[in-house]
């Protein structure tokens, strides 16, 4: 790789910082022989549920598997409805029809790009049964105001924050916000496994009981099993990745909001960019760094050029993929999450970039994008 180029995430330049940590931990396992679950997974477990604020954590597969997982020991129902942001990862969505349940999109805010109370209150239907508000690219505003709605309606919700491991709203954990929430362990997200991993954090003695059976064949005891479930369990290796990982990750995620303060100040005069939101109270944890800008497609290839790497997160909104023609929404829908596909970039993003890094992008995106007219 050339000096001045600039990749979108970089993994490398952290795992230079733990190598040896991350050695040790793993050379514990492989001694042990602890390779599915064990000692390593079940402290990840009740560490990560410190961190989040929740009573119990249950370490699974992957994040995918965590949502679907979730919906299944909160007992929803073949062809429960489940209101689903058109403005996510098609995993939130194709979790949701895996458990059994039935999709339903809504739009998404305009400031924070998540739903809010107002856009939940316009989806809303009287057969919803559970919401996954997700707080995407790691901003938490207005997710209280989504959980508290559902609430008033008994309307279960699960936070898919695979983004958001570390964000808070007014102080307050996830786990203090809502009952249950489910995470990735995806190597690009912000707390990342060497391998894929995921976990559901839930406050719920009775939804943690069954989770554990749920990932592990619907096993009771060692002789029985009470139901046919799948596997999903997490891996023994992971566990202790993530242990690692864990302790480091506040440090990261200051590091991460450093980034995005510096990209905010060098990129304030310029009206050509649009800023993410960062509100008041709620605490972003910049998974991605997202502007909006005019032909972001042309801009997108001039940074390509000049060594930068670049990404969309997401070119389409879920009603517009083939998987979800058969929803039915047309064109315009869902407005909201439509414009936004247009013209979002997500810039490079990780606790590791330099000063002189976030220079050099910014230098290049003010200089090849075009004012808004
Ligand atoms: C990454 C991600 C997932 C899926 O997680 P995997 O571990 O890749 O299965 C689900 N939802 C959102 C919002 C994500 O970003």
């Known amino acids: 790789m050339s000096e001045n180029k600039i990749p979108f995430v970089d993994l490398g330049a952290q795992y230079a910082t733990i190598r040896d940590e991350v050695h040790r931990a793993m050379d514990g396992v492989i001694a042990d022989t602890a390779f599915i679950l064990g000692r390593e997974v079940e402290a990840f477990e009740r560490e990560f549920a410190a961190y989040t604020g929740f009573r119990h954590v249950v370490g699974v597969g992957n994040g995918t598997d965590a949502i679907e997982l ?25 979790a949701t029809t895996r458990a059994g349940g039935a999709v339903a999109l809504s739009d998404v805010c305009e400031r924070s790009f998540c739903m809010s109370g107002a856009t939940f209150e316009r989806a ?18 207005g997710l209280d105001e989504v959980v508290d ?55 719920d003695d009775e939804v943690a009981r069954l989770l ?9 005891s060692k002789f029985d099993h009470e139901f046919e479930a799948t596997n999903s369990r997490m ?26 303060a510096t990209y905010r100040e060098l990129l304030a005069d310029h009206p050509a960019v649009r800023l993410p939101e960062e509100r008041d109270g709620a605490r972003h944890v910049y998974h991605l760094f997202v502007v909006r800008v ?31 023609r058969r929803l039915g929404h047309g064109k315009g829908s869902f407005p909201v999450s439509e414009a936004i596909c247009e013209d979002i970039l997500s810039l490079p ?25």
């Open 212 to 220: 554990r059976m749920w990932r592990n064949h619907g096993r009771a």
């Open 124 to 141: 809303v239907t009287s057969d919803t049964r559970f919401v996954l508000p997700v707080p995407i690219y790691g901003n938490p505003a």
């Open 294 to 324: 005019e032909d972001r497609d042309g801009l997108r290839r001039t940074l390509g050029e000049a060594g930068i790497a670049t990404g969309i997160h997401y070119p389409l909104p879920l009603h517009r993929l083939t998987a979800y």
């Open 235 to 260: 891996d023994g290796l992971q566990g202790a990745v993530l242990r690692v990982k864990l302790r480091h990750l506040e440090e990261w995620t200051e590091g991460r909001r450093t980034v995005a």
């Open 70 to 94: 979730a919906l299944r020991a909160h007992g929803l129902k073949a062809g429960d409805r489940v209101m689903v942001p058109a403005h996510t990862f098609m995993a939130t969505a194709e």
């Open 349 to 373: 993003m990780y606790a590791e970039l330099t000063r002189d890094q976030i220079t050099a992008v910014c230098g290049h995106l003010t200089e090849s994008s075009r004012p808004v007219r």
């Open 149 to 203: 709605a559902a609430r008033r309606r008994g309307i279960v919700p699960i936070v898919d924050a695979a983004q958001a491991h570390g964000a808070t709203v007014g102080g307050k954990k996830l786990g203090q916000i809502a009952d249950t929430a489910t995470f990735s362990f995806y190597p690009g997200k912000n707390l990342g496994a060497y391998g894929d991993a995921g976990a559901v954090a839930t406050n």
